[in-house]
């Protein structure tokens, strides 16, 4: 299981929005749940905004070379409206640099 924080849109940008979410390391996270508290998780992987789709493409291939060689292979991208699971699964296919991990 990966978990993948998406940049900031333009609007949040604008808006001034804040990133509540700290990256530990490669597997783990810590959310900041307001008056909740902070909350640790822990992953397979972590991407970060920071992280280009390539480099969470570089991370996910072999799933989609096991399902190319006929394997069985979900691919599922799980969050709230507007948490960034289109932009990883098929990014923005009119540039290079920006593609999403599907082929």
Request: glycine share 10%; net charge negative; with cysteine.
């Given at each position: ?7 900031f849109?333009?609007?949040?940008k604008?808006?001034g929005?804040?990133q ?11 959310l ?6 902070l ?6 992987g972590v ?6 789709q ?9 799933l989609?070379?096991?399902?190319i060689d006929?394997?069985?292979v979900?691919l ?7 948490s ?13 640099t920006n593609q999403?991990i599907?082929?």
């Amino acid at each position: 299981v990966y978990a993948r924080c998406r940049p900031f849109n333009s609007l949040e940008k604008e808006e001034g929005g804040r990133q509540v979410v700290k990256f530990v390391d490669d597997t783990s996270l810590e959310l900041d749940a307001g008056a909740r508290g902070l909350r640790d998780f822990t992953y397979d992987g972590v991407f970060s905004p920071s992280q280009t789709q390539e480099e969470v493409y570089e991370d996910t291939s072999h799933l989609i070379t096991s399902a190319i060689d006929g394997y069985n292979v979900c691919l599922f991208a799980y969050g709230q409206t507007g948490s960034g699971k289109t932009w990883t699964m098929t990014g923005d296919i009119d540039s290079e640099t920006n593609q999403g991990i599907t082929p």
